[in-house]
């Protein structure tokens, strides 16, 4: 069974910077991770993908160029280094884990193939 614990959210001003970590616990093993994120009243969106090995990176549009995305096997975790945070990016954040081999960006970016969640984290950058 594998746990998922979110750190590093918050209240930031716009323009500012966080950075999100996720910690897996259990038997996570090197496996695929992403981020995701859910506004209220919004469908659950992509964000960010990471391969096993950190060779593959992806990126949604809005992430693109302010978002980056890293793992440190070694510790279990992975990280969103989020930049030029505007309000559009208030949402509840979650990490997820699948455990199955990368799958191809276009599979990766949908949530019903990740087996693990995390509770998620707020980020809210006020208007």
């Known amino acids: 069974q594998v746990h998922l614990v979110e750190s590093g959210g918050g209240l930031v001003q716009a323009g500012g910077s966080l950075r999100l970590s996720c910690v897996a616990t259990g038997r996570a093993g090197s496996y695929t991770m992403a981020w995701f994120r859910q506004a209220p009243g919004k469908e659950r969106e992509f964000v960010a993908a990471?391969?096993?090995?950190?060779?593959?990176?992806y990126y949604s549009t809005f992430a693109n160029g302010r978002f980056i995305m890293s793992r440190e096997n070694d510790k279990n975790t992975m990280y969103l280094q989020m930049n030029s945070l505007t309000p559009k990016d208030t949402a509840a954040y979650y990490c997820?884990?699948?455990?199955?081999?990368?799958?191809?960006?276009?599979?990766?970016?949908?949530?019903?193939?990740?087996?693990?969640w995390g509770q998620g984290i707020q980020v809210t950058v006020p208007s």
């Open positions: 997820a884990l699948d455990t199955g081999a990368w799958r191809g960006i276009l599979v990766q970016r949908q949530t019903d193939v990740y087996e693990y």
């Open positions: 990471i391969g096993r090995n950190a060779d593959s990176t």
